[in-house]
């Protein structure tokens, strides 16, 4: 095998010319990147949609179709659309947890505060009848005997 070889020309098992589309974006130590992006979408159906591209966009597209491709062959049915099913669920599940926490602190909150204001009402403030025995609040220091 020839060193100089794109992963994509040596999957295809064909010489890899100098203006090779993949072989920017298919070096040739990653095999599997190109084996997997050929079994979903096709060499030739990539290499037309990377001549289509801009050269600048072309990489981050590469990137797309190889995760795009990796879920499609773990998860035939759903592929990427059910990793963004299961993460919009926990999404979902973090932010109703979220609310009822939310809704538990403003419950505690509402009870302390509650509780406060009942114990500060609750300060025992000496009146005249629980200081009568000491003979200061009688009736007589009043003149009404």
């Known amino acids: ?10 999957y295809l098992r064909r010489k890899c010319p100098s203006d090779c589309v993949f072989s920017p974006y298919f070096p040739s130590n990653n095999l599997q ?5 050929h079994k979903i979408y096709g060499a030739s159906n990539v290499a037309k949609l990377l ?10 597209a590469v990137d797309s179709l190889f995760f795009e491709a990796h879920c499609r062959i773990e998860a035939p049915v759903y592929g990427c ?12 599940d973090a932010a109703t947890q979220l609310a ?33 025995h000491l003979g200061l609040f009688n009736q007589a220091s ?3 005997i």
């Open 51 to 60: 001549q289509q591209l801009p050269v600048h966009h072309r990489a981050q």
């Open 33 to 37: 990147r190109f084996a997997s992006i």
């Open 100 to 132: 009822k926490t939310r809704a538990k602190v403003a419950v505690l909150k509402s009870t302390a505060h509650h509780s406060q204001i009942q114990s500060d009402s609750n300060v025992f403030l000496p009146g005249p009848q629980s200081v009568a």
């Open 81 to 92: 659309v059910g990793l963004v099913f299961t993460v919009q669920q926990q999404i979902h």
């Open 142 to 144: 009043f003149g009404f």
């Open 1 to 10: 095998m020839n060193p100089g070889r794109c992963a994509a020309c040596k």
